[in-house]
């Protein structure tokens, strides 16, 4: 089992930033892939950002590259997502999650993120 506990949300206005965490406990932290996917109201959970579980790669969707930046610390078992220039479509229920392989996706409880115009 990963727990998976986000933090750092909140309100910011449009061209604003926020920083995102994720603190993992359980399993070992660096033999999971991490990633963060977002909800906005009415919408399907979408991608955001990935790191592998070497930290050497990364993917963004389109719509967040350029501005998010996703990283880990494994000395504290915690993924972030630095948000800059937070746009009002950037607002949503960011989710943090972890996989190892093909295996199961362990998903956190979510954090919300509203970005003001």
């Known amino acids: 089992q990963v727990q998976l506990v986000e933090s750092g949300g909140g309100l910011v206005q449009a061209g604003g930033s926020l920083r995102l965490s994720c603190a993992a406990s359980?399993?070992?932290?660096?033999?999971?892939?991490m990633g963060w996917f977002r909800q906005a109201p009415g919408k399907e959970r979408e991608f955001v950002a990935q790191?592998?579980?070497?930290?050497?790669?990364?993917h963004y969707a389109d719509s967040v590259k350029g501005r998010f930046i996703i990283s880990t610390d494994n000395a504290k078992n915690t993924v972030y997502l630095e948000m800059n220039n937070l746009k009002p479509e950037d607002t949503g229920v960011y989710y943090c999650s972890a996989r190892r392989g093909l295996g199961q996706i362990y998903w956190g409880q979510g954090t919300q993120v509203t970005v003001s115009s």
């Open positions: 790191i592998s579980a070497s930290g050497g790669n990364t």
């Open positions: 359980g399993r070992t932290f660096s033999s999971f892939a």
